[in-house]
């Protein structure tokens, strides 16, 4: 399945309709961006430790139907309905972290390895929490080159596609990300891992 063009009229319409009175609209839209939402899951996963119980698929629809729930957003383009959505894939894969750590209190915890922390030349040692932690810590900071985070980082987009979901310039998300990567790298170096 082909992703459909930036400013594809039809795209925009079925963004528009997707919680209105066109409940087919909602089909077409989730056709039209499940290769898009697939491998910004497989983006979120690829963090993930091995033997993850949920999948790329079930990340994918658990955030299709949490976007379909969604009845005070006014979408404005593709950028920004995949902006959100990985924002919520990031917030189910937490969810699901402290869910886990909730039920084996009484075990010892044990760090969780995230690949493609070398991207942020982060240590490998560090979880899923600590990172989202340290994201939270830098959203106070600089609250757009953290999202620029979430969206390169665990989003899986790339610099034009979060050039376009944030209406900024490619360059500007090259000098955020550079940014981010330097702060965030600082911040977990500094702290314990697991927790």
């Known amino acids: 399945m082909h992703s459909p063009d930036l400013d594809d009229p039809s795209l925009t319409q079925w963004l528009a309709q997707f919680d209105g009175p066109d409940p087919a609209a909602g089909?077409?839209?989730f056709e039209a961006l499940y290769d898009d939402l697939r491998r910004m899951a497989r983006g979120h996963m690829r963090k993930e430790y091995p033997g993850h119980t949920l999948s790329a698929t079930a990340l994918t629809h658990e955030a299709w139907f949490r976007l379909a729930e969604q009845n005070r957003t006014q979408w404005r383009n593709r950028g920004h309905f995949l902006a959100v959505a990985s924002?919520?894939?990031?917030?189910?894969?937490?969810?699901h972290e402290q869910a886990r750590r909730a039920e084996k209190r009484s075990a010892e915890l044990t760090s969780i390895s995230l690949s493609g922390l070398d991207e942020i030349a982060l240590p490998a040692d560090r979880d899923v929490l600590a990172v989202h932690e340290s994201l939270l810590a830098f959203e106070a900071v600089d609250e757009r080159a953290a999202k620029i985070v979430e969206l390169r980082f665990?989003?899986?987009?790339e610099i034009e596609e979060i050039a376009e979901a944030l209406g900024i310039s490619p360059a500007t998300v090259k000098r955020d990300w550079t940014l981010a990567k330097a702060w965030l790298h600082r911040d977990l170096s500094g702290r314990q891992p697991g927790g």
């Open 27 to 29: 089909q077409r839209l």
């Open 87 to 95: 924002t919520m894939m990031r917030r189910i894969l937490v969810n």
């Open 154 to 157: 665990f989003g899986g987009l």
